[in-house]
């Protein structure tokens, strides 16, 4: 079968480090993908992987090991505005994505 | 980038009206669209896949008949709520695949529906 699984909710302070983890069975994979979503608004695009490894994006680091079927966000010198909730999904041997329910991002002063 | 918009942002309709949400995608040409529905603090659920000129493949526990999809051209899709009640209210987005990008999603900005 097919699950993905994301913590619930995570607390960090601004100026500091955090990492979401992300992990996932699936028979067929064609790349994870992190997702920015502010309440009340739509998705954005953050990061895709498709390869072992990380891929870094300016503050945002994304990390994809497939043989563990695990992957990471990371946050670095958070921002008040970060605070937002970060949706992982893998797309599956359809294309289809198959979404986490989402890590809430608390971000502290 | 691309970009996918709604319309409308938000809606509310009295209680067994029909509601229409249109996606359309601006620069760029859409085989597939995707509808979604959000509750609150909850993730995205997949209602639909839709694809030009043919019928959209719906998930399970959709019905067809009261989430009708039609995806006319490679940049619009519309959804229509037939006969809105209550428990229809909800987020919904719509999200655009781009045929030279074939791996990622394009998401519209949602329309949040409330029906009295």
């Known amino acids: 079968g097919q699950n993905i699984d994301q913590p619930t909710e995570m607390t960090a302070t601004e100026g500091a480090i955090v990492q979401i983890n992300c992990t996932y069975q699936?028979?067929?994979?064609?790349?994870l993908f992190w997702y920015q979503q502010h309440a009340g608004e739509a998705p954005t695009f953050l990061s895709y992987?498709?390869l072992d490894g990380l891929e870094e994006k300016g503050r945002f680091s994304s990390f994809l090991s497939r043989s563990k079927g695990y992957s990471y966000l990371l946050l670095k010198e958070l921002q008040m505005k970060d605070s937002a909730s970060y949706l992982c999904?893998?797309?599956?041997?359809?294309?289809?994505?198959?979404w986490g329910a989402g890590t809430k991002l608390i971000i502290k002063p | 980038g691309a970009v996918v918009s709604q319309h409308p942002s938000r809606v509310i309709c009295k209680s067994g009206t029909s509601v229409k949400i249109e996606c359309r995608s601006l620069?760029?040409?859409?085989?597939?669209m995707f509808w979604y529905r959000q509750f609150p603090k909850k993730s995205l659920m997949l209602m639909a896949t839709?694809?030009?000129?043919?019928?959209?493949?719906?998930e399970q526990g959709v019905e067809k008949d009261k989430f009708l999809i039609n995806h006319a051209s490679l940049t619009l899709s519309t959804l229509t709520v037939t006969s809105a009640h209550p428990e229809d209210s909800s987020f919904y987005i719509c999200?655009?695949?781009?045929?030279?990008?074939?791996?990622?999603?394009?998401f519209g900005p949602g329309t949040r529906l409330t029906v009295l």
């Open positions: 620069d760029f040409q859409a085989t597939t």
């Open positions: 999904a893998f797309m599956d041997s359809n294309y289809q994505l198959i």
């Open positions: 992987n498709v």
């Open positions: 999200s655009a695949r781009d045929q030279r990008e074939f791996n990622e999603q394009f």
């Open positions: 839709s694809n030009e000129g043919s019928k959209a493949t719906y």
């Open positions: 699936t028979s067929g994979f064609n790349g």
